[in-house]
C-alpha cells in the first residue's frame, strides 16, 4: 500500500490557489488528447469540447481507495448550453463505484447546475443538484471530493455542499469501500438532456468550449501493484482511514455553511422525490 500526496492543502480557496504535482506527470489523456493543452509547468490545463463527437478527458495514472481528490475549475464561459464538465472517481468494470461533480453548461446569463451523485455496485440514482452562488466561470474555484470508510463529502471552495454516509452494515445501503477509483476530469457534449432537459442545444459556431484547469491535489491510499489490489488494498486503505475520528464527521462549522448552501442553493434533492419512488423515500434518507 502506498500513500500519495501529490499537492498541497486540499481544502484550499480558490484565491490561495493550488500549485502543486504536474498534470502532465500525473495523468493520461485516453480520449481525444490533442484537445488538450498542458502549461509549460504542466501544473495547468485546458480540456476542449470542439464538436458533438470531440470532447476530452484525463485519468490520473494510479487508482486508490479512500482519500481526497481536489482541484482548481474555470468553468466554460458564455453560452455553454449543451455542454458537460465533469470531475470525479470512479472503477472499471461492471457494478461500479463512482462520485460525481457534473457541471451543466447553460445559455449566456443563467446559472450553470451542479450536479453530484454517487454509484455503488452498479447502482446510482442519488442526485442532488444546486445553482452556483458564485460564477464558477469568473476566475478558479476549488473542487473537493473526500472518500473515506464513514463518509463521501463534496466541497466547493472549502465548503461541503453533501455528505453520503456509509450505512451499508447497519441499513444495507451499498456505500463504496473495495473497488480502486481513478480520478477523473472530462468536456463532453450532452445536448439531450444537460441544457434545461434538452431544450436549449449547444451552439457550435462559439466552438471550442474550453474547461481550465489549475493544481491537481490527491492525497489518497493508493493501490499499487504491490499492494494486491481489490480487497487487500481495501483493507489497508480502510485500517489507515479508521484510526482518524476526524474522517468520520464535520465540525460544527462546516454544517452550518453545508445546511446554508443546502437551504439557499440546493434545486434537487432525490429524497424529496415523491413521484420517484411512489410516495416512499430511500433508506439513507430517513437516517441521520
Known amino acids: ?48 469540447l470542439v464538436s458533438n463527437y470531440s470532447g476530452c478527458m484525463l485519468r490520473t495514472k494510479k487508482q486508490f481507495i479512500f482519500g481526497s481528490v481536489s482541484t482548481l475549475i474555470q468553468l466554460v464561459p458564455g453560452n455553454s448550453a449543451g455542454t458537460v464538465t465533469t470531475y470525479y472517481t470512479s472503477s472499471v468494470g461492471y457494478n461500479h463505484d463512482e462520485i460525481d461533480f457534473e457541471f451543466l453548461g447553460n445559455e449566456t446569463g443563467q446559472p450553470y447546475t451542479i450536479h453530484t451523485n454517487i454509484y455503488a455496485n452498479g447502482v446510482g440514482d442519488k442526485e442532488m443538484q444546486f445553482k452556483p452562488w458564485f460564477n464558477p466561470t469568473d476566475g478558479y474555484h476549488n473542487y473537493t471530493v473526500s472518500w473515506t470508510p464513514c463518509m463521501i463529502v463534496w466541497y466547493i471552495d472549502g465548503t461541503p455542499i453533501r455528505v453520503f454516509r456509509n450505512y451499508e452494515k ?7 469501500t473495495k473497488r480502486p477509483m481513478y480520478g477523473y476530469s472530462s468536456i463532453w457534449a450532452a445536448e439531450d438532456w444537460a441544457t434545461q432537459g434538452g431544450r436549449v442545444k449547444a451552439d457550435w459556431s462559439k466552438a471550442p468550449f474550453v474547461a481550465n484547469y489549475r493544481g491537481l491535489n490527491i492525497n489518497v491510499c493508493e493501490c499499487s501493484t504491490t499492494s494486491g ?18 474522517v468520520c464527521q464535520l465540525s460544527d462549522s462546516e454544517l452550518a455553511r453545508m445546511r446554508k448552501v443546502q437551504d439557499e442553493y440546493r434545486i434537487y434533492n432525490y429524497c424529496v422525490d415523491p413521484k420517484r419512488y411512489n410516495g416512499s423515500v430511500p433508506v439513507e434518507c430517513s437516517l441521520p
Open 229 to 246: 489490489g481489490g480487497n487487500s488494498c481495501a483493507a489497508k486503505c480502510a485500517s489507515t482511514y479508521n484510526s482518524k475520528s476526524s
Open 170 to 176: 447497519s441499513n444495507g445501503v451499498a456505500f463504496p
Open 1 to 48: 500500500m502506498g500513500r500519495l500526496s501529490l499537492l498541497l492543502v486540499v481544502f484550499a480557496t480558490a484565491a490561495a490557489g493550488l500549485a502543486g504535482a504536474s498534470f502532465r506527470d500525473e495523468c493520461d489523456i485516453p480520449w481525444e488528447p490533442q484537445n488538450a493543452r498542458f502549461t509549460d509547468d504542466g501544473n495547468g490545463l485546458s480540456l476542449s
